[in-house]
């Protein structure tokens, strides 16, 4: 693909959502960080459904550190996974108090140290909360970008590595945005909605399929 036909691409996707958001639920750094966290195989539907309660009464890494492990897990059992989150989660509000004055740091390297945030979740932190141009490739991602050859690649981080090159400095900061929303609503893994796609005509997945509504 292109220069001109990515330009497009993202130019169309900005035209249409100005100013895009993820789906989850957050008030602060902290927030996010914790909810990006428990979104590890899970939705953000999932996820938004549980920390409606826990953030209510444990919003700070002193609060859902003094909530401990068990008490953790009663708030987020509804999640994919919510034992070894819990832990993560408790285990990341100590070290946040004791290295970082309960301040979710904004480098990498200290992020990625945190128990449970990998190179995702801290790409995730980086760009929504504190603004750094940054591309945390999730499924929809991966898939997106195979798909319409925007960034193909085989791995997650060829992916990455990719879209930080190729996608143009004007929709850098919001592309990771635009790209899971594609994904998610229009690009589907099963049945991706070609007929009613805005870049169907500059995509260049060899099997396009007419678009059925559900």
Request: aromatic share 8%.
């Amino acid at each position: 693909m292109n220069a001109a036909k990515r330009y497009e691409i993202f130019a169309r996707l900005k035209a249409e959502n100005p100013k895009p958001e993820t789906e989850l639920e957050y008030r602060n750094p902290f927030e996010l960080l914790v909810a990006v966290t428990l979104s590890a195989q899970a939705t953000d539907v999932g996820v938004n459904k549980a920390t409606r309660k826990l953030f209510p009464v444990a919003n700070t890494p002193e609060a859902i550190y003094a909530l401990g492990v068990e008490g953790l897990k009663e708030y987020i059992k509804t999640i994919g996974l919510f034992n070894s989150k819990a832990e993560n989660v408790h285990a990341a509000c100590k070290m946040l108090i004791d290295e970082h004055n309960s301040e979710v740091p904004q480098d990498r390297e200290s992020l990625e140290k945190l128990p449970g945030v990998g190179r995702k979740t801290a790409n995730v932190v980086l760009n929504t909360a504190f603004g750094q141009p940054a591309m945390a490739v999730d499924t929809h991602i991966f898939r997106v970008s195979n798909r319409t050859r925007i960034a193909p690649g085989k791995t997650v981080r060829q992916v990455e590595d990719k879209l930080m090159k190729f996608v143009p400095k004007d929709f850098l900061l919001d592309a990771h945005h635009w790209l899971i929303l594609h994904g998610r609503y229009t690009c589907k893994a099963r049945k991706p909605e070609c007929g009613r796609c805005l870049i169907e005509d500059l995509c260049e997945f060899k099997e396009k399929r007419e678009y059925q509504s559900e």
